[in-house]
């Protein structure tokens, strides 16, 4: 990889020149080692072309020391770069009224060549009814070549990459520092896992540029703009998922909501967002319908609806599992049986239901799914 040319870029990018400049700026002299050459070597102004502030942070990053620790971190975490006028840059993001001039990455470009690509959000605190379900969903997408994009955060994030790459399609993580940063610590060793497994590490920002706070509302525009939909599996109305639906929403895509529990203040932005028009669904095979992506029904129907039972996950699960396996049930009658409490038996069923375990019956009343039904 030509680091030395990448390390140009990064220094261009650690500018923080804003879009509507920097692209022009691209456009103008072709990339970004040109940039550097008339600015620094040539001592070129350029006060109509970059803000003041921008000129004099290029001036303190083109220094030996900065450019040398740059080019030895892309090294390093084997970082590479891209700009707006590159062929590999995704067609997707040049459509926005925001586009990243460069993009850093790092992994397999060849995601970004996938037709199907979703992305899935939600609360870095979800519930465990969030997580278990955004896994789930992530995985039974995945299996049918769905290739997941999200943010790498803690909670649903990371949940929706690890069902992504239990599925068995690799998965996009899009960043809101510089991609050699621990961030978030805990999520390190599934970093690893995505790029081990053909997934793709993105962001705009360069080597060395910290997890600022401010960053990571601006980087969800590529989240959503890397998809056709945009899934939100579990938030609050004021959170940084949020901020992820509006940029799909500005941009024209496609919104799902998962229902969620009905009453729980995790979920009040699913709610929300389904009164006001948003995609309904509750499986992945609900996805793959609305998106035309069942193209394969022999194999849809193997992922989805017709897999051999698996052994309950859990103890509340097998009560569960045990007790419809004489017939179906209702709720008072589960409670009774399972002696579980109300809440745990709400959550047990709403989760076997997300697996495809049971199936709800008019009156209240669960059964076992049947594998002959499909």
Not at 172 to 193: F, R, S, T
């Amino acid at each position: 990889m030509d680091y030395a040319h990448s390390v140009f870029d990064a220094w261009l990018a650690g500018g923080e020149i804003p879009y509507d400049w920097l692209i022009p700026l691209l456009h103008q002299y072709g990339d970004s080692r040109e940039v550097f050459d008339r600015f620094v070597i040539r001592k070129a102004p350029m006060e109509d072309m970059i803000p003041a502030k921008c000129r004099k942070k290029l001036t303190e990053l083109s220094a030996d020391g900065p450019m040398q620790t740059c080019e030895t971190l892309m090294e390093k975490h084997g970082i590479s770069s891209m700009t707006i006028l590159d062929e590999d840059y995704p067609a997707c993001l040049r459509e926005l009224s925001d586009p990243p001039g460069i993009l850093f990455y790092t992994g397999d470009l060849s995601c970004l060549l996938r037709r199907k690509r979703v992305s899935m959000v939600g609360s870095r605190t979800a519930s465990y009814l969030g997580l278990r379900a955004a896994r789930t969903i992530a995985r039974d997408l995945s299996k049918n070549g769905v290739v997941i994009v999200s943010g790498l955060a803690c909670g649903i994030d990371a949940e929706c990459h690890r069902g992504c790459l239990e599925g068995g399609s690799p998965t996009i993580a899009v960043l809101g520092c510089g991609l050699d940063q621990d961030y978030p610590q805990e999520n390190e060793p599934l970093k690893k896992d995505i790029l081990s497994r053909n997934g793709l590490l993105l962001s705009e920002y360069a080597p060395g540029i910290k997890p600022l706070g401010h960053h990571f509302p601006y980087r969800n525009r590529i989240i959503s703009g890397l998809s056709e939909i945009l899934i939100l599996m579990e938030a609050k109305l004021r959170s940084g998922s949020m901020t992820t639906v509006t940029h799909a929403l500005k941009q024209g895509k496609e919104v799902y909501a998962y229902p969620g529990d009905p009453v729980s203040p995790m979920s009040e932005a699913n709610r929300t967002l389904l009164r006001e028009g948003a995609g309904y669904f509750t499986t992945a095979k609900d996805i793959l319908e609305d998106m035309n992506w069942l193209d394969n029904q022999p194999l849809v129907g193997q992922n989805i609806g017709c897999s051999a039972p698996e052994e309950p996950a859990d103890s509340t699960e097998a009560a569960v599992y045990n007790a419809l396996l004489k017939g179906n049930l209702g709720f008072d009658e589960l409670l009774q049986t399972t002696k579980l409490i109300p809440s745990e038996l709400l959550s047990t069923l709403t989760v076997m239901q997300i697996k495809n375990k049971i199936e709800a019956l008019p009156g209240k009343r669960y059964a076992l799914r049947q594998s002959s039904s499909c």
